[in-house]
């Protein structure tokens, strides 16, 4: 779970974040994906300062179009995202960031199908990284989503939210490739520490 509040000023050290899990059994990253794991972890890290790499991310986290053979166990239904938690969770916390770039540039009649996109992803992302922070945001925003307004979706309404969520989405991707070693290891389990990174925590 993510470390939310400090502990009351008693002089004792605050207790340390429960872990949220991410997997059940865990087995080590198949040696054949290692190559690609490390690249999407590259990708990754990089679309945090650049959207030219946000193209070359979705490639490879996207699943293949073309059918496969049968009894391939590499098939678009065993692709990295499906196969590893990990993998999805990096997969989610990219199309958040994707969409949440786009909120800043789109025309106000748009903002609604982007924010839907947001909610799936936040909802997604809860169910893979079980943290009661995700499963909160995605209730706000889905409450959002159900005005008949888009007043209440307005950017100048909604800026703070955006921005951190954003922040949010970050700091995520952050512990994950850190407890990862870049996707090179599994994690198992993930502490999130959002406290003193995420303002309003």
């Known amino acids: 779970m993510a470390e939310r509040s400090s502990a009351p000023h008693t002089g004792e050290a605050p207790p340390p974040p429960h872990p949220t899990h991410i997997g059940g059994d865990i087995e080590s990253f ?7 794991l490390s690249f999407i972890a590259l990708g990754a890290a990089q679309c945090v300062s650049s959207r030219s790499a946000e193209i070359v991310l979705d490639a490879v986290l996207s699943p293949p179009s073309a059918p496969s053979a049968p009894g391939d ?70 409450g959002l989503l159900a005005s008949v307004s888009d007043d209440s979706l307005a950017k100048g309404h909604c800026h703070v939210l955006e921005v951190q969520l954003m922040k949010i989405v970050e700091a995520t991707q952050l512990e994950l490739l850190c407890a990862t070693k870049q996707l090179r290891v599994r994690a198992g ?13």
């Not at 065993?78 to 990990?86: A, F, G, H, Q, T």
């Not at 997969?91 to 996109?117: V, Y």
């Not at 389990?189 to 925590?201: D, G």
């Open 73 to 142: 166990s590499d098939s678009d239904a065993e692709n990295l995202v499906s196969r590893y938690p990990e993998v999805r969770v990096v997969f989610h916390l990219h199309c958040l960031r994707c969409a949440l770039r786009d909120l800043q540039e789109c025309p106000a009649h748009a903002r609604r199908t982007f924010f839907s996109i947001v909610q799936e992803h936040v909802a997604a992302l809860a169910t893979v990284l079980p943290d009661p922070l995700f499963t909160a945001i995605a209730a706000v925003l889905e």
């Open 189 to 201: 389990e993930l502490t999130l520490r959002f406290h003193h990174s995420i303002p309003y925590l």
């Open 30 to 36: 198949r040696p054949a994906d290692l190559p690609l």
